[in-house]
Every structure is written in structure tokens, then in C-alpha cells.
């Protein structure tokens, strides 16, 4: 379930494009990207909540919808990744597992 | 199978024309989020965990080769290829893009489909036996009054903003192939002793957070008395339903709060007011009609027996382990129904490739009478195959990885979409299915464990049935791990019960091992191979179970 990113820590804003439904993240120049690795990222609870309200203007003016924050954590190689392994698997635009008619490797890899 | 006429074509069509204009406006940003959600979830269309969703009604599960060839188009065209068919007998696709969906309704419509009452606060898609009009056990066609309802039930204007969801089933034999008993409304279609055809009523039945068994309230219903009755049952939920609390609104609920004897006594009530106004009977023209929808198909006459099909059992062991377990009698000699199995060893449970649901199309046009169902279980199946030409639908269902001989056994595992794909869960559901299912590969292992039913739901909402699974598994959150709860013991047969809480959860690298140490421990209780988990279970209590999981804690 959806949780609300609280606390301290790193966050990114997360949404749905409103046309094709994909998840989106917010980025430092205005856009929505479906790479988490381009979302700009909220170091304060200033900065979060600057992001949201850009955020929720983005829905208000109808280009994405079901906006909030993502919690983030420093990953293994020092990049930033989703605390929730709900926001991981939407971060990578694809289930954990593999998916029918798709090769395998997809998951080894 | 039920033929839309002039009036139905009509108002499909209008409502793709109404929804493609509304889409239009909320993308233009006519419609806010807020005043389009009703609207898009009327017509099927979820927000996910990674895109919208697209659930399509599939009447009762039944499907013909055309229908079914326009799923695989649209799985092609419009998403990626797959789709996945649920407990609710419905296919899901995952990822649909808000612009397509009028285009994908229209197309639907075109094959007489739609995705309308497939969310919301409604009569959702009536359910039914998925052996229906085949099953040996059948004392009449389930389908024939679960089309009655779906027509009655359709665009209700009483019916359409009810407290909650409402769910309705339909079996026609004393096996209950369909769950109803976890059902709002859970019918079960019956003789009585002068040989006329009517009902057995079960209501308040249903799973998620709060799972009750459906309470019997009529034992024979007169089939002529169908709608006026379940019309009393609804308007009573829908008078007195919870509409302050969200989780409290079923009817479930209601029945329990009040308890079955008052609610019982206000269904007869509101009915004697409909019988008193005069609105009581279907006209038995209108019965006929319908079931003239469902007329069996051209058997020919055939010996019991199939030379054929004695052979390949005993040329191919492949193919005899799929008689065994894949095959159901028949009412009529000479034919079997086939189950095809969506859940091969390591694939997620009730997904189909496009290219799968066509080759189905195929074998049900040339080998089943167009039929092809959607099973609760998540598999398909072709229910008028003759026995004879079994052994090439066998081969033809091999090529395509879908005949795997596993029906029933503990390898066919509901699996509801869970965190990989569903805005609400808590936990996968998936990859424990596949961890369990590679786990219990052998089929010899299999057939030695016989009969079982694991059920695997992501979160409370129980779309994977895990309450009425003999090994029922739940994921749940535990400080953002995910962490799985095992009940045993249920059932969503005609021996209905609600698996019990074994103990604590187990995390996602023990739960494999947990089930594991399940079965081996119904292995060693077991009296005999004709002894099934549920038996044994429903014998010796949960102790020797909760005492094998729990040993070093
Ligand atoms: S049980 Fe929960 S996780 Fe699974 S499909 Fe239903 S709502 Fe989603």
C-alpha cells in the first residue's frame, strides 16, 4: 500500500502521467521522467515540501495525477534508491519477475 | 453462448462513445482527476502500480475462439503482449494508456465485450461453475440464470450505488467448482422431489479483511422466483448496508451484525411486499429464451470409451499424467473437459501470452465447440473435447507450454497480482507462487501429495482466495519487509470453511520452507494416499502443524 514518505531523508516526487498512466518522477528543470535517476531530489523538509506543491500544481494543471513523495536511501554503489520496495518496483518500470514472453535474462541480468 | 441483440449492441456502443468523450475532456483537462476517477472505474479502467489497468468482463467466464482472439489482439496492440485472467473469471491487462481506451472498447464491442461493471459499488460480473454445461454432476446449465442476473443486474438503477461491491455465483451441481459460499449471493441450482428446477440461497458469504461463509437462507427457491428474490435480498443490503465505514459495508458484515435470522426474516419481508405488488414470476418464455443461449451443442454419439485416447495414455507417460489430472468427466460419453493449465512450472499464475490465447481459439473452434471458460483458478478451459482428439490437444497444448499436468495439485496456485503489479499490496504474490511451484517440480512428488489448494493473496483484500486455500499464504508489511501469514485449513468448495491462523509469519526466504514442512507433516499424518491435506487437517486440528513450524521457536 501507498505509504506517505515522513520523516528525514532524501525523497523524490513521484506521480502517474495522466495520458499513459506510467510512473513518473518529477525532475530539478519542471519535467516528468520515467527514470528515477533523473528526479530531482529533496534533501529538507523545505525542499520536500517545495517539490510537492510543484507537484501537485503538475496535477492541478492535469499533466500527471496521484502525486507524492518518495523516501530514499543510499544504495550500494552510493546511488540513491527508493526505501519501500514498493517505490523500487515502480522505480524500475517493471515487475520483480519475469514477465510472459519475455527472455529471462531480464531478471538474471 | 448469449448473443447480444439489436438493444445491447446499441448501448455498448453508446457507452464507448460517452467514455471516449469523457476521456477526451479529462485529457484536455476538462475533468479534474476527482470528477473523472467514477467515471474511468465504471468502465473498468484502475490506476496501478505502474500504469492503468484494464479489467474486461468476461460473463461467467465464458469465452468463444473470436472473443478470445480479440483479447490477444488487444494484449498485442495495446499492452505488452499478455494478459492475466483473475479469481474473478475477468482478464486484466497492465499496461493500457488512457488514450487507448475508447479505441480498445470499441474493439471489444465488436465481439460483443465490455469492461462495464467490472469496479464500483455494483453487481459485479456474476460467476458461475466453470464446467458449466458439461459437468457430469450438472442438474441444469448455471450459466442460463447466471445470464438472467447479469442481464437484470446490468446498469440497475437501484443497484448501482450500493454500500460496496456485490458478488454473485452460480453452481448447478452438489461440487461447488465456483466458491459460493464466499460469495454476497451464492446460489446453487437444484431439483426438488416433484423434479422442478430452483435454488439453493446462500448470502453474506465473502473473503477479504473480514471472511465470513455465506448463511443459507432458502433451500429451494422456485426458478421462476429468481430475480424477485435476489431483488429483495439486494434491496434489503442496500437499505440497511453500512455506508459510514468502508470496511463494514458488505453485506457480510450486515448478516453478521444483525445475524442471519433477522435478515432472513427482512428478505421475506421485502419479498412478500414485491409478491404483493404483483412483480414476481419469469415468464417461463423468458427462461426458454435464455437457455436457448446455452442449448447444447451438436454431440455426436460416441462409445464411452475412446480407443484413442486408452492408446496415448499408455504410449506417453506425458500425456496420461494429463488425462489424469487435466481431464473431468464429461456429461456426455465420449467427450471430456480439458483444464489448460496457466500455472507451468515457474510462470506467474494466470497469465497468457497473446500468442497462447490464440492457439486456445484454435483448439476451441476446431476440437470444443468454440467453447473456451475462464476458470476461478485462474486456467482455461475447452469443456466439449472429444475423447478422441484429446491426445492433439495435448500436443498442441504442449508446444505452447500450457499443458502442464497439473491441475488440482499443489503446483496450481492462485496468485493474485500483489506488489509486482497492484497499487494496494503489501507483499508479492508471484514470486512466492514460482518459488513454491519450483519447489514441488517433480510431478511424481506432486501426485504423491495429491489434492491441494495453496492460495496466495498481497494484502487483506483476498483477491488470491488465500482464506478458503488449504494452505492459505497472506503477505503483509512488517516494518517494510515483506512478510507472509499462513492460515490452514480453508476451503471455497461445498465443505466451505476459513482457513485458521497457524502462528506467526514467516519472511519471504522462509515461507517456501514453512510450506515445505506443511506438506512433508501432512505426508507423515496421513493415513493413506486416498487421505487428502484437507482431511487430515479437518481430522487433527492445526497442533501437529503449528508444532512442526514452530518446533525451534
Ligand atoms: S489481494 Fe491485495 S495485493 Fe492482491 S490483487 Fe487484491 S488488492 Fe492487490
Known amino acids: 500500500m501507498k505509504k506517505e514518505a515522513k520523516g528525514a531523508g532524501p525523497k523524490v516526487l513521484t506521480a502517474n502521467a495522466l495520458d499513459s498512466g506510467l510512473v513518473v518522477f518529477r525532475t530539478a528543470d519542471g519535467r516528468w521522467s520515467t527514470d528515477i535517476a533523473e528526479a530531482a531530489v529533496a534533501w529538507t523538509k523545505e525542499e520536500a515540501d517545495a517539490l510537492l506543491a510543484l507537484g501537485e500544481a503538475d496535477a492541478a494543471r492535469n499533466l500527471v495525477v496521484d502525486v507524492y513523495l518518495v523516501a530514499m536511501t543510499e544504495g550500494e554503489n552510493g546511488r540513491l534508491v527508493p526505501v519501500l520496495l514498493r517505490e523500487a518496483i515502480r522505480a524500475a518500470r517493471r515487475p520483480t519477475i519475469v514477465m510472459p514472453g519475455e527472455d529471462p535474462s531480464v531478471i538474471a541480468a | ?553
Open chain 2, 1 to 553: 453462448m448469449y448473443r447480444y441483440d439489436e438493444f445491447d449492441r446499441q448501448f455498448v456502443a453508446e457507452r464507448v462513445e460517452e467514455f471516449r468523450d469523457q476521456v477526451a475532456r479529462r485529457l484536455s483537462g476538462e475533468l479534474t482527476e476527482d470528477e473523472f476517477r467514477p467515471l474511468r472505474l465504471m468502465n473498468g479502467v484502475y490506476l496501478q502500480l505502474h500504469a492503468y489497468m484494464l479489467r474486461i468482463a468476461i460473463p461467467y467466464g465464458t469465452l468463444n475462439g473470436r472473443k478470445l482472439r480479440r483479447l490477444a489482439h488487444i494484449a498485442r496492440r495495446y499492452d505488452r503482449g499478455f494478459g492475466h485472467f483473475t479469481t474473478r473469471q475477468n482478464l486484466q491487462f497492465n499496461w493500457i494508456r488512457l488514450e487507448d481506451v475508447p479505441d480498445i472498447l470499441a474493439e471489444l464491442a465488436e465481439v460483443e465485450m465490455h469492461a462495464i461493471q467490472t469496479s464500483g459499488n455494483c453487481i459485479r460480473n456474476v460467476s458461475a461453475d466453470h464446467f458449466a454445461g458439461a459437468a457430469a454432476d450438472e442438474v441444469a446449465d448455471p450459466r442460463v440464470y447466471a445470464e438472467i442476473l447479469r442481464q437484470w443486474s446490468s446498469l440497475h438503477p437501484e443497484f448501482t450505488f450500493l454500500p460496496r461491491k456485490f458478488k454473485i455465483a452460480v453452481v448447478a451441481s452438489p461440487a461447488d467448482r465456483a466458491a459460493i459460499q464466499v460469495h454476497d449471493i451464492g446460489l446453487q441450482v437444484k431439483r426438488n422431489e416433484a423434479g422442478e428446477l430452483g435454488f439453493a440461497v446462500w448470502v453474506g458469504g465473502g473473503l477479504g479483511r473480514t471472511p465470513m461463509i455465506g448463511r443459507k437462507v432458502r433451500d429451494f427457491l422456485p426458478e421462476a422466483e429468481l430475480l424477485s428474490y435476489c431483488e429483495a435480498i439486494l434491496r434489503v443490503y442496500n437499505l440497511h448496508g453500512r455506508r459510514d465505514n468502508k470496511y463494514k459495508a458488505r453485506l457480510k458484515i450486515l448478516v453478521h451484525e444483525a445475524g442471519v435470522d433477522e435478515i432472513a426474516r427482512d428478505i421475506e419481508a421485502e419479498y412478500e411486499a414485491i409478491r404483493a405488488r404483483g412483480a414476481l414470476a419469469m415468464p417461463q418464455e423468458e427462461i426458454a429464451r435464455i437457455r436457448a443461449y446455452f442449448a447444447p451443442p451438436a454431440f455426436a454419439q460416441l462409445p464411452a470409451r475412446s480407443s484413442v485416447f486408452e492408446a496415448a495414455k499408455a504410449d506417453s507417460r506425458s500425456f496420461a499424467l494429463f488425462a489424469e489430472r487435466n481431464v473431468a468427466p464429461h456429461k456426455v460419453p465420449g467427450y471430456g473437459i480439458v483444464t489448460i493449465s496457466l500455472k507451468a512450472i515457474g510462470a506467474p499464475p494466470g497469465d497468457a501470452t497473446a500468442e497462447q490465447m490464440e492457439l486456445v481459439a484454435d483448439l476451441a473452434e476446431r476440437y470444443s465447440f468454440d467453447e473456451v471458460r475462464v476458470s476461478h483458478e485462474q486456467n482455461l478451459v475447452l469443456p466439449h473435447v472429444r475423447l478422441d482428439d484429446i491426445p492433439a490437444v495435448h500436443a498442441a497444448l504442449a508446444e505452447a507450454n500450457l499443458a502442464t499436468p497439473n491441475a488440482g495439485l499443489v503446483t496450481d496456485i492462485i496468485a493474485c497480482p500483489g506488489l509486482d503489479y497492484c497499487a494496494l499490496a503489501n507483499a508479492r504474490s508471484i514470486p512466492v507462487a514460482q518459488r513454491i511451484a519450483r519447489r514441488f517440480a517433480d510431478i511424481e512428488r506432486q501426485k504423491q501429495i495429491g489434492d491441494l489448494k495453496i492460495k496466495i493473496s498481497g494484502c487483506i483484500n483476498a483477491c488470491g482466495h488465500h482464506h478458503v486455500g488449504h494452505i492459505g499464504i497472506l503477505g503483509v508489511d512488517r516494518k517494510g519487509e515483506e512478510f507472509y501469514q499462513i492460515t490452514l485449513g480453508g476451503s471455497g468448495d461445498e465443505t466451505c470453511s476459513i482457513g485458521e491462523i497457524v502462528g506467526k509469519g514467516f519472511s519471504s526466504e522462509e515461507v517456501v520452507d514453512a510450506v515445505e514442512t506443511i506438506i512433508e507433516t501432512y505426508l507423515g499424518l496421513r493415513q493413506g494416499p486416498e487421505e487428502t491435506f484437507l482431511a487430515v487437517f479437518r481430522r487433527v486440528g492445526e497442533a501437529p502443524f503449528r508444532e512442526a513450524l514452530y518446533a525451534d521457536a
